[in-house]
Every structure is written in C-alpha cells, then in structure tokens.
C-alpha cells in the first residue's frame, strides 16, 4: 500500500499506554498501538517514537520538590514506557532498538543521531527515552527536536482528543474542532496542543503535526496513509 509519509516521529502520550486502568502499563493497550506501528513499518514507513511518563510520574504536580529532580525522574518514567513499548513490538516480530538520552548502557544505546537515522533506514522502528535529557523541558520538545535531528516528515501527536478545539471540549460542549490551523495561532491563543517551545521548535523548522485521537489506535495507519483523521497544525 502506499503511503503519504516516508519518515515519521510519533509522540504517544504515556497517559495513553495506561489504558483504563489510568497507572502502569496495560498490554492490551500497548499492543492495540504497536499493531498499525508494525502495518507502517511493513508499508516501508520509517518509524520514531517519543514517549511521555505520565502514567507513572509527573513531577509539575510535585510543588514541593525540586523541579529539575522531579523531571530527572519523569525521565526514568519514560524510559520504563520506551522499553514496554519495544518489548511489545518485538512480540510482533517488528525490529526495534531504545535509545536514551540519558546513558543507561546496560538497557538502552545512547542517543546518538546517525546512529539513529541508520536503524531507521534499516526499518528498524527507533524509540527515545528520557526527553531530551535535560530538566525543564516536555517530552513534547523532545518529539520537535527528534523529528528535526532525524529530519522526519511530519510528527504525530496521539493523545487523548480527536484533534485540536478553540477550547476544551471536555469541559465546553461547543468547543469547535479545527481541521487545519497554524502554528501562530496555536502560539497567539494558547492552546493546549503541545508547549509554546515546541511548537516554536516545529514552527521554525517547518515541520507539521498531526494531533489525532489514539482512542481509535488504527487512526496511526490511516494517518500515514494520508486519510484525514484529527487537525493539522501547519506553518
């Protein structure tokens, strides 16, 4: 089958890989998402991703603890999802490898850019844990600045909402979705896609992201495929 993109960098929020029970990580869940990520990668698509850690910590709700020790954990966090995650590919027979931004040797290769794009080339699917290895910044950055190092087409943000409202449509029910917008106006109005770093990272190295619900995990095939499927942001 072919498909719109070649190279993508996917951001899966580690809300998501908890599943109902909303802690941890859940099987079921986690295979759900690695089935259409081995259909890509079987359609010759080359795939990152980037993992979040909320489901096991987030260290902004952590007031009275030091912020760049609460992100340090936050780190771990992703890289506990990063290996689930590949863990769960490899039962599916898709070739993967975990990089870290933070040396672990023992679990994970470290990040290392050319190193990277050659697993991808080689159809190997590329996971990056740890953010960007530094405090203070989302795994949202971290998804921009991959995708920039690895020159990726497009990232796909998976998340928990079918797209992108003019304001939350949880909480306002005639939140009205957009289908396309800008990055200025994501940036002007605040809203709630991703951190105004990356998207001024993504704005500025021009790379577009499609935010999609992974409630429906085949929305990730049918969005490489170039069905329209959640909004997408654009310079």
Same mark, same amino acid.
């Given at each position: 089958?072919?498909? =719109?993109?070649?190279?993508?960098?996917?951001?899966?929020? /580690?809300?998501?890989?908890?599943?109902?029970? =909303?802690?941890?990580?859940?099987?079921?869940?986690?295979?759900?998402?690695?089935?259409?990520?081995?259909?890509?990668?079987?359609?010759?698509?080359?795939? /990152?991703?980037?993992?979040?850690?909320?489901?096991?910590?987030?260290?902004?709700?952590?007031?009275?603890?030091?912020?760049?020790?609460?992100?340090?954990?936050?780190?771990?966090?992703?890289?506990?999802?990063?290996?689930?995650?590949? %863990?769960?590919?490899?039962?599916?027979?898709?070739?993967?490898?975990?990089?870290?931004?933070?040396?672990?040797?023992?679990?994970?290769?470290?990040?290392?850019?050319?190193?990277?794009?050659?697993?991808?080339?080689?159809?190997?699917?590329?996971?990056?844990?740890?953010?960007?290895?530094?405090?203070?910044?989302?795994?949202?950055?971290?998804?921009?600045?991959?995708?920039?190092?690895?020159?990726?087409?497009?990232?796909?943000?998976?998340?928990?909402?079918?797209?992108?409202? %003019?304001?939350?449509? =949880?909480?306002?029910?005639?939140?009205?979705?957009?289908?396309?917008?800008?990055?200025?106006?994501?940036?002007?109005? %605040?809203?709630?896609?991703?951190?105004?770093?990356?998207?001024?990272?993504?704005?500025?190295?021009?790379?577009?992201?499609?935010?999609?619900?992974?409630?429906?995990?085949?929305?990730?095939?049918?969005?490489?495929?170039?069905?329209?499927?959640?909004?997408?942001?654009?310079?």
């Amino acid at each position: 089958m072919e498909t =719109k993109y070649k190279r993508i960098l996917l951001k899966l929020s /580690g809300e998501s890989l908890a599943g109902d029970q =909303k802690m941890g990580i859940n099987d079921e869940t986690v295979r759900s998402f690695c089935e259409p990520i081995k259909k890509c990668v079987e359609a010759g698509v080359e795939v /990152g991703i980037v993992v979040g850690g909320g489901n096991f910590w987030r260290g902004r709700s952590s007031e009275n603890m030091d912020r760049a020790r609460a992100d340090h954990m936050g780190m771990l966090a992703t890289t506990i999802n990063a290996l689930g995650v590949a %863990d769960a590919l490899e039962q599916l027979g898709v070739p993967v490898r975990v990089q870290t931004a933070i040396s672990m040797q023992q679990i994970a290769e470290p990040y290392i850019r050319s190193r990277a794009i050659r697993h991808l080339e080689k159809g190997r699917v590329v996971i990056f844990g740890c953010g960007t290895g530094n405090p203070f910044f989302s795994t949202d950055t971290a998804a921009a600045l991959r995708a920039a190092e690895i020159d990726a087409e497009i990232i796909f943000k998976a998340t928990m909402v079918d797209g992108v409202y %003019d304001s939350d449509p =949880k909480k306002n029910p005639n939140a009205v979705k957009y289908n396309t917008i800008k990055y200025e106006e994501i940036l002007s109005k %605040d809203l709630a896609v991703m951190d105004s770093t990356a998207a001024s990272l993504c704005k500025d190295n021009n790379i577009p992201i499609l935010v999609f619900s992974v409630e429906n995990p085949d929305n990730i095939f049918a969005a490489v495929c170039g069905e329209e499927v959640g909004t997408l942001v654009v310079k």
